[in-house]
C-alpha cells in the first residue's frame, strides 16, 4: 500500500485525536476494529489504528489510512468514522512507512 508524501513535512506527523467510533459504510460495528485511536497529520490525512501507535514500541494493530474514510466527524467531545473496510489493514509493527505517530 503506497503512503502519498506529506506536502506540509515530508513524513506526515499524525497527531493523536483520541478514541473514535469507527463503523463500516453501513453504520454497523466492525468487531475487530474496536477502540481504534483517530489521528490527523496538519496537511489533513487522517489514519485510525487499534494500537498504541503513538507509544514508542507498541504495535500498529488493525489500521486504515486517509482513503479508506468515508465519513469523518466529531459530536460531544469524541470521534465518528465511516471507512471502506476493503482498505483496513493488519500489522504487528511498531510503524508504518511515511507515518510519524505523535501522542499530542
Known amino acids: 500500500m503506497g503512503v502519498a508524501t506529506c506536502p506540509k513535512y ?3 506527523r499524525m ?12 453504520g454497523n460495528t466492525i468487531s475487530y476494529f474496536s477502540t481504534p485511536f483517530l489521528y490527523k497529520c496538519d496537511c489533513g490525512e487522517y ?9 514508542s514500541g507498541y504495535p500498529i494493530g488493525y489500521y ?19 471507512v471502506n473496510t476493503n482498505y483496513i489493514y493488519y500489522t504487528s509493527a511498531t510503524s508504518l512507512a511515511g507515518y510519524q505517530f505523535i501522542a499530542a
Open 15 to 26: 497527531k493523536n485525536l483520541g478514541p473514535a467510533a469507527v463503523r463500516d459504510s453501513n
Open 64 to 82: 486504515c489510512t486517509h482513503g479508506a474514510f468515508t465519513n469523518l466527524g466529531s459530536q460531544s467531545g469524541g470521534y465518528f468514522a465511516r
Open 10 to 12: 515530508g513524513t506526515h
Open 47 to 55: 489514519s485510525a489504528t487499534t494500537g498504541y501507535a503513538h507509544f
